[in-house]
């Protein structure tokens, strides 16, 4: 299966500032298949952006994905007070889809 | 509006079984792939398992950990996905999630301990 490693494990940054978060993938994702999540607590995951770089119904464009065969980013281009969480990047090109261990983003 | 909400969560002994249930609002759960995904307290998340559309086959896929023990199913009638899970262990411990491309429900907890 196919290993996603996120970095850095935790990030601290202020509000304003830019968030650059990384996925490294162990072998190829087909056709980029490649999400990110966002993770509050006793939230559900909110799916942020899908097919590498697409972002999802009503996700702020502050929100952006790159990438492309095993290195893909999450950029957060000014960080409000809401989005410190954890976030989670998820391949579903290749079986089993497999996460991402997560990045927490925190004040 | 779409919706799915996760039940059935519990205490429970291990080597026992369980069934969680994902009720869809909103879309016909036939039309659409459904999975379920693990949290284990202080962890991230883990692919348990997917049922495809109809329209795919209703084809179903595990992962390793659970393969042989636990069954995805859905039940159209009443709009409904199951999780059957058999010989629970206590790494099965979590929030369980069932989710529709884009939408997740809440989580179901299930602690399995002595």
């Known amino acids: 299966e196919i290993v996603l490693t996120q970095s850095p494990g935790t990030l601290s940054l202020s509000p304003g500032e830019r968030a650059t978060l990384s996925c490294r993938a162990s072998?190829?994702?087909?056709?980029?298949?490649l999400a990110w999540y966002q993770h509050q607590p006793g939230q559900p995951p909110r799916l942020l952006v899908y097919?590498?770089?697409t972002r999802a119904t009503g996700i702020p464009d502050r929100f952006s994905g790159s990438g492309s065969g095993t290195d893909f980013t999450l950029t957060i281009s000014r960080l409000e007070p809401e989005d410190f969480a954890v976030y989670y990047c998820q391949q579903y090109g290749n079986s089993p889809q497999t996460f991402g261990q997560g990045t927490k983003v925190e004040i | 509006e779409v919706q799915v909400v996760e039940s059935g969560g519990t205490l429970i002994q291990p080597g026992r079984s369980l069934r969680l249930s994902c009720t869809a609002s909103?879309?016909?759960?036939?039309?659409?792939?459904v999975t379920w995904v693990h949290q284990a307290p202080g962890k991230g998340l883990k692919f348990v398992c997917l049922i495809t559309s109809k329209a795919d086959g209703g084809t179903t896929e595990y992962a390793a950990s659970v393969r042989g023990r636990f069954t995805i199913s859905r039940d159209e009638s009443v709009n409904i996905a199951y999780l059957q899970m058999n010989s629970l262990k206590t790494e099965d411990t979590g929030v369980y999630y069932c989710?529709?491309?884009?939408?997740w429900g809440r989580g179901t907890l299930v602690t399995v301990s002595s």
């Open positions: 072998q190829v994702v087909s056709n980029n298949y």
């Open positions: 097919g590498a770089s």
């Open positions: 989710n529709r491309w884009g939408h």
């Open positions: 909103g879309f016909p759960i036939g039309d659409y792939a």
